[in-house]
């Protein structure tokens, strides 16, 4: 009998707490006015539509790394593969990033840092 009056007095505590807060958070948003409200509000706004390009970002890159993933397994011909490597670390040697060489050899920038990895880790 004792614990379930222990819990009905913790209950009970935790809904004045609750209820406090609640309280509490009213008045601090009345107390912003209607400015600053409409402030936090496009700022609530702005951060959804951020998350929102993050995700699509974070699933573009995730879409790359299972094809890249794919290709490897593959294999896709060692001759095209080899020539690809062969001119990704042609022109790196060249002095052009990773971005310029993707858009020279017609890979991804992922593929391109790949393969240089491979190669700085294999010499």
């Known amino acids: 009998m004792e614990n379930m009056q222990l819990l009905v007095i913790v209950s009970i ?9 609640m309280g509490w ?5 009345r107390q912003l006015g209607p400015k600053r409200l409409e ?5 609530l706004r702005e951060s959804q ?3 929102e390009r993050l995700e699509k970002i974070v699933e573009e890159k995730a879409r790359l790394s299972k094809e890249l993933e794919s290709r490897l397994v593959q294999g896709q011909g060692k001759h095209t ?5 062969d ?10 990033d990773a971005v310029q060489i993707a858009e020279m050899a017609g890979l ?7 393969i240089l ?7």
């Open 108 to 114: 991804t920038t992922g593929e391109v840092e790949l």
């Open 81 to 85: 593969s080899q020539m690809q490597r």
């Open 117 to 123: 990895s491979i190669n700085s880790v294999a010499s």
């Open 49 to 51: 539509e951020l998350v």
């Open 13 to 21: 505590c935790c809904d004045l707490l609750l209820f406090v807060l």
């Open 87 to 96: 001119k990704v670390l042609d022109l790196h040697n060249k002095g052009l």
């Open 39 to 43: 402030l936090l509000i496009s700022q």
């Open 25 to 29: 958070l009213f008045f601090k948003v």
